[in-house]
């Protein structure tokens, strides 16, 4: 049975992972939420706060399996991103998760690999509750609404930094957080696929060391190309004389597959929806996707 489109009535659980939510940020997303028809349905411990986090690992653990598992849903949404998922991926018990549409980015992006390695379907990388309230032009809200309620993504144009065409399922994500799980049972193998990366507040030479832990590690062996999207406050300063872009090229350009950037995908003005691991091709600047299942 296809996962997308949902219906109307659709009922959404919300469920918090990772860090703490704007409460008054959230409510304001959730109306937005059911003026498209559905119905948005708060997870038990939503709310709670330990340290940095939206509770502790059991309260956010059990939340998420949940959001995944519970019978009565039809589909999950995080309220926001920001660090926590990485330390519960070990304790969650996957044997109650049932494919469903579940949305996010950021620090989703680990449950997301997770759930591709165990062949998971669903996961779809696309806006936070928490930020469909920052997008005032409203394309990201477009995107994610004609995604779960169509089933359509795309297609985007962006700027061709390498040559060259691609076609394979599209996957990952935050790169941060893709480096996070290296050495880890959920590493990402992007192998025969094309590669989504994007990030917000890292130094180049952060970037530049993501990039060269993730080529070291094997994680891109076999990769069939990759997709960038935004890089916010990632820039070299004014006046060095190089761009993060040659930084990036650094490291992608050896692999001789073709690389696309400034895609509306992550913590920038747009972050268009997708199917994690759906079909895409890229060619001539363009990320098209095929019909999702």
Partial sequence: MALLPLSPGARIGVFGP?????PERLLASLEIVRGWGFDPVLAPHLG????YLGGTDEERRADLEWALGDS????????????????????????RVVPRPVVGFSDATALFQAMHRRRIAGAIHGPVLHSLVDHADGTSRDAVRRL???????????????????R???????????????????????RGCILLLEEVAEAPYRVDRLLAQL????????????ALGSFVECEAPAGEGWSLMDVVLDHL??????????LPVGHGGRNCAFVHGAEAVLEEGV?????HP
């Fill in 18 to 22: 990772s860090g703490i939510h704007d």
């Fill in 215 to 226: 080529v070291a590690s094997g994680a891109l062996d076999g990769v069939k190309g990759v």
């Fill in 148 to 166: 779960l309620l169509e089933g359509v993504a795309g297609p985007w144009r962006g700027t061709v930094l390498v040559a060259g065409r691609a």
């Fill in 253 to 262: 350009g050896p692999l001789g597959v073709p690389v696309v950037v400034d």
């Fill in 48 to 51: 709670r706060r330990w340290r």
């Fill in 72 to 95: 009565s849903l039809d589909a999950a949404w995080l309220a926001r991103g920001g660090y926590g998922i990485l330390r519960l991926l070990p304790h969650v018990r996957w044997d």
């Fill in 168 to 190: 394979g399922p599209l996957v990952g994500g935050n790169l941060c957080t893709l480096g996070s799980l290296a050495g880890t049972p959920d590493a990402i193998r992007a």
């Fill in 287 to 291: 990320l098209a996707f095929a019909a």
